[in-house]
């Protein structure tokens, strides 16, 4: 499949599943999840999605983790493809990763 219609794709299940997890998720916890990427495979057989919470990290990731199994065939329903693609949800460590780099460049300017 071609880059863009990867790419396509990739946003298409972004909007369904971060539509599903908003109106459709009654788990309270599972329903705080903010989609930030989505990251298809080659062959489109696998989607990462990566996701961001600001409260309860860890308890409400495990929350999303348990209720897949109905995103995945809310997002399968939704699409035209021949196979929907299996959904891996992995916490999103950006903001994170940003976070230790400022600190890097704080303590170089500092010790300059």
């Given at each position: ?29 599972a329903n705080q ?28 990731f495990n929350e ?26 992995r916490l999103d ?20």
């Amino acid at each position: 499949m071609s880059s863009v219609k990867n790419k396509q794709l990739s946003s298409k299940i972004h909007t369904i599943i971060s539509e599903v997890i908003e109106q459709e998720v009654q788990n309270e916890k599972a329903n705080q999840a903010s989609v930030i990427d989505v990251v298809l495979s080659g062959d489109n057989s696998i989607a990462i999605i990566y996701v961001e919470f600001y409260n309860d990290r860890e308890e409400s990731f495990n929350e999303l983790v348990k209720v897949t199994p109905f995103i995945k065939r809310r997002l399968a329903s939704s699409i035209n493809t021949r196979r929907c693609p299996e959904i891996e949800f992995r916490l999103d460590d950006k903001f994170e990763e940003a976070q230790k780099i400022e600190k890097v460049l704080e303590s170089i300017k500092e010790n300059s």
